[in-house]
């Protein structure tokens, strides 16, 4: 049985995502913050739209995940998929921000945290992004620790993504995974990636290079009763790698800039994705087109697996 939360009378799920629920077929979640604030318009309506066809010609059913009118929608149809794209009152909702949304009925982007715990709700176990959150530098002072890792501490949703961006302390993000018994999976690669890169200065203690084998290690996770997510971490195609030392550059100075502005809070992420998109202008648009659509792909084939053998097919 599906393990849709009766209780949550907000919880909305298009007819589509609720059948494949409901018959255990394959379902992708997909994120919001990444169409209304991770990208322009129309390029975000229009790699929304390549994402979800890729995943159906993969052969899952996607759900991209918003917050309308208060209520915790997944599986948005074209005319709301086209609001998120292209309205600016979607404010970057977390964890923490759903109950406020739901009393005040406002529309909201889902980050990682929120759209893994919507999807949790809903019933579904995959979730594709670009990158993930994780502890910022510097958070020896501020304390900057995503939600997103906390997320992935106690809910069980995989999340495919291609790293985490190095505007973080990936090194100290990695160790906050580990203490938290989150599994970090690398695909094809032993390197753990950096989103614009395929390497970082750190590695993945397991590498799998079939979608089969990933989703075998989800079920074995959760039917030992270990509760939270994975991180699967799928390095962005060779071809759309950028160049290290521009992106190096690019980000020392956004956060550069972000201390001279004296950005802080929940702004820190969105300032420091806009800065690094800015300096770097067309190649990282690029770059995040791709990495997402190579990761709808293969979020696609290990829900396919992961949904036969959770059958027992
Ligand atoms: N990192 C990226 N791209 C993104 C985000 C992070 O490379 O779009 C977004 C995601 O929605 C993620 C959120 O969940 O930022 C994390 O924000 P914070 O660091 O404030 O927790
Ligand atoms: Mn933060």
């Known amino acids: 049985m599906p393990k849709v939360s009766a209780t949550v009378n907000q919880l909305k799920l298009s007819p589509e995502v609720a059948d494949a629920i409901a018959d255990g077929r394959p379902v992708v979640a997909l994120e919001s913050t990444i169409i209304a604030h991770g990208m322009p318009y129309p390029s975000n309506l229009k790699t929304a739209k390549q994402v979800e066809e890729k995943i159906r010609e993969h052969g899952a059913i996607p759900a991209t995940v918003a917050i309308l009118n208060g209520e915790l929608v ?5 005319e709301q998929l086209e609001q998120v794209a292209n309205s600016t009152d979607f404010a970057k909702v977390s964890r923490r921000d759903l109950p406020a949304a739901i009393t005040q ?3 909201g ?9 919507i999807a949790s709700l809903a019933g579904i176990s995959l979730f594709v992004t670009g990158g993930i959150g994780g502890v910022h530098r510097g958070a020896g002072q501020t304390m ?5 890792l906390l997320e992935l501490a106690q809910t069980d949703v995989a999340v495919v993504c291609a790293g985490a961006k190095a505007i973080l302390d990936i090194g100290l993000t990695l160790e906050h995974l580990e ?3 989150v599994p970090v999976l690398g695909v094809g690669s032993d390197d753990f990636p950096a989103f614009y890169t395929r390497s970082s200065d750190f590695r993945v203690d397991y590498r799998f290079d079939s979608p089969a084998a990933i989703a075998r ?3 074995h996770k959760w039917d030992l009763g270990l509760r939270g997510g994975v991180v699967i971490a799928n390095p962005i195609p060779a071809k759309f790698e950028m160049d290290a ?3 190096k550059n690019a980000i020392d100075g956004a956060l550069r800039e972000a201390a001279r502005q004296g950005v802080s809070g929940k702004e820190v992420t969105p300032f420091l994705l806009a800065e690094v998109e800015k300096v770097t202008a067309g190649a990282s648009l690029d770059a995040n087109v791709a990495l997402v659509l190579n990761n709808a792909e293969l979020g696609a084939q290990i829900a396919v697996e992961y949904s036969r053998i959770s059958r027992g097919a």
């Open 74 to 78: 997944a599986g948005l149809n074209a």
């Open 105 to 107: 009925k406002l529309n």
């Open 109 to 117: 982007a889902t980050t990682v945290a929120s759209t893994m715990f």
């Open 144 to 148: 900057d620790v995503s939600a997103d």
């Open 179 to 181: 203490t938290h018994g």
């Open 217 to 219: 290690t989800l079920r």
């Open 245 to 247: 030392d521009t992106v």
